[in-house]
């Protein structure tokens, strides 16, 4: 089982209607993704009492999912982002005013005892609070033996500064046992942008390291080895959240081999990128971050019809 703890927040699209609004997150369409590959996913999140709010509990109802994580907090607002498309990318501008994204329930720590995977999202850290329940789900996990996984997800926006922000970051990574960079974002940590120039100068602590690399697909660096696949063709509509599927459909793929027989047989890891890169690529090819995360079915379809050559 996979139990996640991160933000759910609508992203804003501009329409000729004015705005399309799209229930998102990164650690929540990662879970989305991970539950449509068939793990079991528990996903604690925070959101107020008001519209979006509202809309993410439709979500919820609409789509049987499990809502016991979904902490509504009546004093603070859901948070929005505002979503630009430029050639099928998305800029993200966070509405973050009195938000209730990083404030976490202590108790909510005792789902990790019935977990094998824990992920945490990356927006809690930009605050003190939130920091505090980051490390109290790290020591609690690392107690409890269960693999730590982390999306770098890096918005400097949300914080006072560049610098603080790597600082930050640079003390949490090093903690997980599986972390994922976009390949601008290993450029950045490392000040490298040469790839396997860059995971060799990582901080040491990680198990495995994944890297996407847009259309050019992704990589695990595990045991001092790299394992790449290339991307799949497709008609890319909207990337948002396919950084995310591509991460959830790997975590279930941990979830169901173990992480430990992922790292010490390459020919399932390399499977395990390739299914995942298929994900997160059909996932570019609907306007929003969930509307386009494809079942497991879908992805052995993409499979079948397009074997490996």
Known sequence: MIIVYGEILVDTFPSQKGREV?????????????????????????????????????????????????????????????????????????????????????DSLDDIASGDIVHLGSLMLSSERGRKFFQEAINTAKAQHKTL???????????????????????????????????????????????????????????????????????AYCRKTITKVSSVPVHVVDTTGAGDCFFGTFLSQVDSFGPQELSFLPSLLECALRFSNIAGALATTKKGALSGIPSYKEVERYLEEHPKK
């Open 22 to 106: 799209f229930v998102g997150g990164a650690p929540f369409n990662l879970s989305v993704a991970a539950k449509s590959m068939g793990s079991n996913v528990l996903f604690h999140g925070n959101i107020g009492n008001d519209a979006y709010g509202k809309k993410i509990q439709d979500y919820f109802l609409s789509h049987n999912y499990d809502d016991s994580g979904l902490r509504i907090d009546p004093k603070r607002k859901t948070t929005a982002s505002e979503v630009v498309l430029k050639h099928g990318e998305r800029e993200f501008t966070f509405l973050r005013n009195d938000t209730a994204d990083d404030v976490f329930d202590e």
């Open 149 to 219: 996984s982390f999306d770098i997800n890096f918005r400097s926006d949300i914080f006072h500064d560049k610098e603080e922000a790597l600082k930050i970051y640079n003390e949490v990574y090093p903690q997980m046992d599986i972390v994922k960079f976009s390949e601008d974002e290993l450029a950045l940590f490392t000040g490298e942008k040469n790839v396997e120039k860059a995971l060799e100068k990582l901080l040491p602590g990680p198990k495995m390291i994944l890297v996407t690399l847009g259309s050019k697909g992704s990589l």
